[in-house]
């Protein structure tokens, strides 16, 4: 997902000339940059931002506690899709992570 102030999309066609400007670490990798030379048409999948705050001492878990602890405090993700695309994952997705609370879902453009 792109980051939001990169004002593109997700599945945005962005062509460049081939001739890397620099590279990023990317977990392990280290991955070629690219200049955009231009952008023909955006994406048709609309961008959102969810913020989501959570984390096990906020609940009471069972003995069957088997989610992987959330981080405490706010975390910003990505997400794209139509808003009941974007809703409904949310909602699977809080659903099996107690204390997982999803505070604001904004559309970006």
């Not at 590279?23 to 955006?42: C, I, K, M, N, Y």
């Not at 609309?46 to 989501?52: D, I, K, L, N």
């Amino acid at each position: 997902m792109p980051l939001p102030e990169s004002g593109h999309r997700f599945r945005d066609v962005i062509p460049h000339d081939g001739e890397p400007k620099g590279s990023r670490r990317l977990g392990a990798s280290e991955v070629p940059v690219f200049d955009q030379l231009e952008r023909p048409h955006d994406s048709w999948l609309p961008p959102w931002q969810a913020q989501v705050e959570g984390a096990c001492s906020n609940c009471s878990p069972d003995p069957g506690h088997t989610h992987a602890p959330a981080r405490e405090g706010i975390s910003t993700l990505g997400l794209a899709g139509t808003e009941s695309e974007v809703s409904q994952c949310l909602d699977e997705w809080t659903a099996s992570r107690p204390g997982v609370q999803v505070e604001t879902v904004d559309l970006l453009w």
